[in-house]
């Protein structure tokens, strides 16, 4: 994968992005882009993190692009080979507690939290650390059932509990959108997860005044994302381009 397509890619995201932002009255600085690295080797997420430095220092203005793995396999596969230029990786997908070791080797932060069984897990092994682990609760806005997450009744006060436990630092909520060509129906999911989001920092409950992030909207919907209020749009295809057949 040459640098020069990535780069031009990843500008076309970030100027969506810049776009979406002007059209909701919002500042772009306060929208992260998360590139899904799924499937990508490693030479690929380089060349995406070298397009990305050399945007920023020609520049450009945006914050450095964070790294996500939706399989904890392939996140363990592809950082050795990225360690030399420190980027910061996320944990997208379904974590089973047997993985939450060879993860955090690797995550700076996981966004897929969905019951307090994995909370506990990784309160329990990032105790040593000397920096608490960024964490997000997943919620399942949509009710689809193919969807992982939490159900918005639920999530306040599983995201409270998070946000209790030692060595951990309640970063905001996470979704994956609904699966609908109806922006109007995807843009409510999103409205779900910002009125989440707005009742887990109101409570007044321990560590979770900053609480908040918006991890939501992908490569096909990252603008009605941005009309909603997300803080890190995740994007695979618009940067890597068509995914090739798993690892």
């Not at 100027?15 to 919002?26: M, N, Y």
């Not at 995406?48 to 430095?53: M, P």
Request: glycine share 8%; hydrophobic share 50%.
């Amino acid at each position: 994968m040459e640098v020069q397509d990535v780069a031009a890619r990843l500008a076309r995201v970030h100027e969506r992005v810049r776009s979406a932002c002007s059209a909701a009255g919002r500042d772009p600085h306060e929208v992260r882009v998360l590139l899904a690295a799924k499937t990508m080797d490693a030479p690929a997420v380089r060349a995406a993190l070298l397009a990305d430095a050399a945007a920023r220092a020609a520049g450009s203005g945006t914050a450095p692009v964070l790294l996500g793995e939706n399989r904890v396999q392939e996140l363990v596969a592809t950082a050795p080979h990225l360690t030399d230029l420190a980027p910061t990786w996320h944990v997208i997908g379904p974590l089973q507690s047997n993985k939450v070791n060879a993860a955090l080797r690797w995550a700076d932060a996981v966004q897929s939290v969905a019951d307090d069984a994995l909370a506990l897990r990784l309160s329990q092994r990032v105790r040593e650390r000397t920096a608490p682990l960024d964490v997000w609760v997943q919620v399942n806005v949509s009710g689809e059932p193919s969807k992982h997450g939490t159900s918005p009744a639920e999530a306040p006060d599983l995201a409270v509990r998070v946000a209790a436990l030692p060595g951990l630092r309640l970063a905001g909520v996470m979704t994956v959108g609904a699966r609908s060509d109806d922006e109007s129906v995807v843009r409510a999911g999103y409205a779900r997860l910002r009125a989440v989001r707005d009742a887990v920092v109101a409570s007044g409950a321990p560590g979770t005044a900053d609480a908040d992030g918006l991890s939501m909207g992908m490569s096909g919907d990252l603008e009605a994302a941005v009309a909603e209020g997300a803080t890190v749009v995740r994007v695979g295809t618009a940067v890597f381009g068509a995914r090739p057949a798993p690892r």
